[in-house]
């Protein structure tokens, strides 16, 4: 995994519209946006971990526990990050929030102005 501490890197839904309402407040920090798509991309669980250490907290904080999978299959459950994505992988809906990633600081934008606390 190499990133681009120049440029913001952005992990979201982009079939939610929150998530894709971070990108224009995302763009007024940088012009350059690395878009990860949960949705879409074959994303690495390195850069999930990476923000979830940088974050210093837990993977499942990060979690839509109101969504259906997450009650049926995975309440209850304790995994590791790389679990919890793969879990997010296969269901987009699971991640809680986009994630932004801007010179080594990082955002949990449950809000989309949520990603200006990156300047």
Request: aromatic content about 8%; charged content about 25%.
């Amino acid at each position: 995994m190499h990133l681009d501490h120049s440029e913001i890197t952005l992990l979201y839904n982009s079939k939610h519209p929150r998530d894709k309402q971070v990108v224009p407040y995302a763009m007024t920090i940088c012009s350059k946006i690395n878009k990860q798509d949960v949705s879409s991309m074959d994303i690495s669980a390195t850069l999930f971990e990476y923000m979830v250490n940088a974050l210093n907290c837990d993977a499942k904080e990060l979690i839509n526990k109101a969504d259906p999978e997450y009650q049926e299959k995975h309440r209850g459950h304790e995994y590791k990050p790389k679990m919890w994505f793969k879990a997010i992988k296969s269901n987009p809906n699971l991640l809680k929030a986009p994630i932004a990633l801007y010179k080594n600081k990082v955002v949990v934008c449950r809000n989309p102005s949520d990603v200006l606390k990156l300047r």
